[in-house]
């Protein structure tokens, strides 16, 4: 059996970053990932004059306190990370700052303008460009309140968590759906006066304190290596792998697929995590209804190459919230299997996959410069021999070391 440590978790790496910059006294990072999503974050920090000590195993920030930011006018540059520029909106929208929150690359092309809405009505004053960046924060508070969503999404809900901080009354909000919890874990752990009931959320205004935050593996990185196994028919054990519900809807989906994957869970602080072991397992279709995308909304890519793979046809519904991420994946994971050789179809939302197809790959797979996608189309590579990827590179986004540590992992296979 092959053993893989995941890198650690940007999505929580980069929440850390953010709310240890805006808590009262030190915060020590510990096992921080360090990607270009991640330094841009940090960079972000330097700018808005939040001092930051890095060491190889961890990052200590001097909090600037709720309102320590000064007023601005500041100019970030988010880089392509969405869950940061939309995480520093809520975050400024509740410091009084004044700033402008601009980004490269896709991002520029992702909507801003639901998150803008959002904080908004929660009586911050925050504009889009036209429903993109640059994001303008203007020094005006949120008056909190109760308010609803209309999508589920956990970078706006962590924006409204963070805006919520500096309001000038409890801020309450309910989701249309479940989404993925770090925020809260986070605030939870530094202090603030949260409150969590089923989908409704309140926050209680009031200022952070400085912690210790352990960030655990990766899961989303971590699920490639999942897939690449079941392929290939590897036995594989990934250890210290973040395990938090909200991201557990592709484990849970192979599951009821008929893969063998076992989970031994033990708790950092404040995420859980543990060990999964994967071994070789005959895969059968299953039926994805839209509740469970956002607990998987960057591992459908490798569903849907899995269950091209599998017995039956597979049906995905929800995928519609897939076309706004870094490409629209609905579009690249068609592309993904028809450079393969595999047939998909997509209408109304609803992605549908024979199974039982073989991967007929030709020489060269388009990624659209999106991490996610490159990083499925490696997972093929183990059933494809010689297969190339263009612009590889897009994955050190989110995992610089990823093709390095996937050929450690499945070079010379079982």
């Known amino acids: 059996m092959k053993i893989y440590t995941p890198p650690p978790d940007k999505s929580i790496t980069i929440r850390a970053l953010l709310l240890g910059a805006a808590a009262i006294g030190r915060t020590v990072v510990r096992n921080p990932l360090r990607s270009r ?74 909507p801003m303008e639901p998150l803008a809405a959002a904080l908004r009505a929660a009586g911050a004053d925050v504009r889009s460009a036209r429903g993109r960046l640059p994001l303008k924060v203007n020094p005006v508070r949120p008056r909190g309140g109760t308010l609803k969503l209309s999508t589920a999404s956990a ?14 009354a409890p801020l309450s909000f309910g989701e249309s759906a479940p989404s993925r919890d770090h925020t809260e874990r986070l605030l939870g752990r530094m202090g603030a006066r949260l409150r969590v009931s089923g989908r409704r959320s309140t926050v209680y205004p009031g200022a952070l304190k400085g912690r210790t935050i352990n960030i655990p593996g990766d899961l989303s990185s971590a699920a490639f290596f999942i897939a690449a196994a079941l392929l290939s028919g590897l036995a594989l054990k990934i250890k210290g792998v973040g395990l938090n519900p909200g991201r557990l809807g592709f484990v849970r989906t192979l599951r009821k697929m008929g893969a063998r994957i076992t989970v031994a869970q033990r708790i950092y602080a404040p995420e859980p995590a543990g060990d999964i072991t994967v071994r070789p397992s005959a895969l059968r279709a299953a039926r994805v209804p839209a509740r469970d995308i956002p607990s998987m909304i960057d591992e459908a890519p490798l569903l849907a190459l899995l269950a091209a793979r599998a017995r039956g046809a597979t049906v995905i519904r929800g995928a ?22 595999a047939k998909a179809s997509y209408r109304n939302g609803t992605l549908t996959i024979p199974g039982g197809q073989e991967f007929k790959p030709l020489k060269t797979v388009e990624t659209f410069k999106d991490h996610r996608v490159a990083m499925a189309a490696a997972a093929a590579s183990v059933v494809c021999p010689g297969l190339k990827i263009k612009n590889p590179g897009c994955v050190d986004k989110s995992y610089p070391g990823f093709f390095r540590d996937f050929r450690r992992t499945f070079a010379g296979g079982r």
């Open 37 to 110: 999503d991640t330094e841009a974050a940090m960079s972000c920090l330097k700018k808005l004059g939040v001092k930051t000590k890095v060491f190889k195993d961890r990052i200590e920030i001097s909090g600037a306190g709720p309102a320590g930011f000064g007023p601005g006018p500041f100019r970030l540059d988010a880089g392509e990370s969405g869950t940061l520029a939309r995480l520093l909106a809520g975050l400024l929208a509740g410091s009084g700052a004044r700033a402008v929150i601009t980004g490269r690359g896709t991002l520029r092309r992702r």
């Open 155 to 168: 970078q706006i809900k962590s924006a409204l968590l963070l805006a919520g901080l500096g309001a000038a």
């Open 320 to 341: 519609e919230e897939l076309r706004k991420k870094e490409s629209d994946r609905v579009q690249s994971t068609l592309a993904l299997l028809a450079s393969l050789g």
